[in-house]
């Protein structure tokens, strides 16, 4: 209920503004704006694990639309999107979703940051939440991201920056298939769309609280013992290595090539937050 009072309250307010907007703009940008669907972007605007809940049950949206954006050359494997989709109807009650691709031009950039992954997204994103539909956003990078550290062999695989945003990095994705026979790039990328969109659904301690305590710690800058937002539990799929290059070939290696699943911690996290 307080969440389709705050859906109708923010369209509303965008229709005003957009109205008044008009009114002082000139007339060829009046004629623009005419043919612009409303839609209210503020609902893909919260923070990563806000949606955990709208992703695991049906009590506010019952339909999702993934929209799978590419660079041309850089299109996820079949096999990995319908994995990945598998991974969802396991995981959550949505039942009713659809996969709209995007092809883009390429941003001609060796690495890309966060801001500039947003910014691109800002461009070209035609799939928002509306009504009774969760709306999703996937972006398939054709470089590495701008914060990795080669000296360190740290190149990150895939992130989500918002409630229904994510990039993978597939520059990076290619390079650890092309080093072993028991990795394909449909291996990689399933395993690292679904440890991401386990960041979606709250995991770990980030909108689905924990049932058990589970979180993995890391050390901070000032020496201090932090939660990392990630599993402790041996060999699951939310463990902390699984966003970098070297973690998951080592850990897809050792598991024969089989992308990992959730562990039972992590599993009761999702079931607690309205999962299955
Ligand atoms: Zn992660
Ligand atoms: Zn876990």
Known sequence: ????????????????????KSES?????????????VVDKTLNQQETGA???DFLSNDNYDKLIIEVAYVTGYQPEE??????????????FKEDIEVQYLELDSPNEATLSTQEVYDLEQENRTVY????TLGMYIYFSDTTFEDDDPDSGLYTLGAVYLNTSMVIYQESV???????????????????????????????????????????????????????????????LMRAELQFSSG?????????????????????????????
């Open 174 to 236: 290619r390079e650890i298939a092309k080093a072993s026979t028991l990795i394909s790039n449909a291996t990689v990328e399933t395993a690292t769309l679904n440890h991401e969109f386990g960041h979606l659904f709250g995991l770990v301690n980030i909108g689905s609280d924990m049932v058990h305590d589970h979180e993995d710690e890391t050390t901070n800058d000032d020496g201090e013992i932090i939660g990392n937002q990630h599993c402790d539990q041996e060999g699951c």
């Open 51 to 53: 949606s955990a809940n």
């Open 129 to 132: 939440t509306d009504g009774t």
């Open 248 to 276: 998951m070939s080592k850990m897809l290696t050792a598991k024969n090539g089989q992308v990992p699943d959730l562990d039972a911690e992590c599993l009761l996290d999702v079931a607690a937050n309205g999962g299955r």
């Open 25 to 37: 703009s000139s007339s060829s940008e009046e004629e623009n704006e005419e043919v612009t669907t």
């Open 1 to 20: 209920m307080k969440n389709k009072s705050f859906l109708i309250l923010g369209l509303s307010a965008f229709l005003i503004w957009n109205c008044s």
């Open 79 to 92: 096999a990995a999107i319908l994995d990945n989709l598998e991974f969802i109807e396991e995981i959550t």
